[in-house]
């Protein structure tokens, strides 16, 4: 059972920075994608930001150049740094991570407003 702890959402005015952070119960040598998935009412679900297999990272179109993805090993946790936010970047914010063996993971959520 892996268990992800996120933090870091809140309410920023437009063009102003949060970094969000997701913290894992086990280390993330262990976890085969670990990252980031958005969603908004009446929307599904979906990817923003993820390092995948072999430490490749996979960006959405509309955050690249804005988001970046960085890890602690020893702390076990993946930061997801977001500047430049944009009103269309309010949603909640999921962690997922996928273990090499236990399957796929999804942390609870935090809410991230981008509003004057």
């Known amino acids: 059972q892996v268990q992800l702890v996120e933090s870091g959402g809140g309410l920023v005015q437009p063009g102003g920075s949060l970094r969000l952070s997701c913290a894992a119960s086990?280390?993330?040598?262990?976890?085969?994608?670990m990252g980031w998935y958005r969603q908004t009412p009446g929307k599904q679900r979906e990817l923003v930001a993820t390092f995948t297999s072999g430490s490749t990272t996979d960006y959405a179109d509309s955050v690249k150049g804005r988001f970046t993805l960085s890890r602690d090993n020893a702390k076990n946790t993946v930061y997801l740094q977001m500047n430049s936010l944009k009103p269309e970047d309010t949603a909640v914010y999921y962690c997922?991570?996928?273990?090499?063996?236990?399957?796929?993971?999804w942390g609870q959520g935090t809410q991230v407003t981008v509003s004057s």
């Open positions: 997922r991570c996928v273990h090499i063996i236990q399957g796929e993971y």
């Open positions: 086990m280390s993330i040598f262990s976890l085969y994608a």
